[in-house]
């Protein structure tokens, strides 16, 4: 198993479903990359989370492909007509070449219609999710914590972005209760996942 392997990616317009589908590659700016997957990357497969633009698709991921190659382009080398004075001219991208699209046999959804940008798992959770909160693949106890919500019907939303001033922070569980908002912070392996802790 090896995290990372899948990237679930989002999917947020016409456009880009059409090159994945018939031009049969995605892009990611090279700098985003960097900021959210560091040690995830890079992807051998590459799954698409599409957003409301979809209609009857939205919100969940449909859609696979296994990535066959990779390679550092700038926007000119993928959209030779893109004007001169464009701010993102000269931005580089990795160009994610992919195998084929494939439907997964039973999307996986997003109950709460979240907007992800980057989820990387494995292989196996990828294949075995249900929901969006499968796929998050940050620790062994938050996973062990994610099993108990799940058998005992807390609804809670995994890595779930919150903002504060200028910063966006990404809270292990947020739990939505009719009194108010919980957050539960795992506060990382080190310290609690041996048997005594």
Excluded at 48 to 76: L, P
Excluded at 80 to 87: A, I, L, S, W
Excluded at 103 to 115: A, E, F, N, V
Excluded at 143 to 162: K, M, N, S
Aim: aromatic share 14%; with cysteine; charged share 25%.
């Amino acid at each position: 198993m090896s995290r990372g392997e899948v990237l679930v990616a989002i999917l947020n317009n016409l456009d880009d479903m059409r090159l994945a589908s018939e031009a049969g590659w995605y892009r990611i700016p090279v700098a985003s990359a960097h900021r959210w997957l560091k040690d995830r990357w890079p992807p051998r497969w590459l799954a698409f989370y599409q957003t409301k633009v979809f209609d009857a698709e939205a919100y969940a991921v449909n859609y696979y492909a296994q990535v066959r190659g990779i390679r550092v382009v700038s926007r000119m080398d993928l959209f030779p007509n893109t004007p001169r004075d464009d701010p993102k001219v000269n931005r580089r991208y990795y160009q994610l070449l992919l195998e084929g699209l494939q439907p997964l046999p039973t999307p996986i959804i997003s109950r709460r219609l979240r907007r992800i940008v980057f989820i990387p798992t494995t292989f196996d959770k990828f294949k075995s999710a249900v929901e969006i909160n499968d796929l998050w693949d940050e620790s062994p106890l938050e996973d062990r914590l994610w099993a108990i919500f799940r058998q005992t019907h807390i609804c809670a939303e995994r890595q779930y972005p919150v903002e504060v001033k200028d910063h966006t922070y990404f809270l292990d569980f947020a739990i939505f209760c009719n009194q108010g908002k919980i957050d539960v912070e795992t506060d990382g392996d080190t310290w609690h996942i041996g048997p005594e802790s």
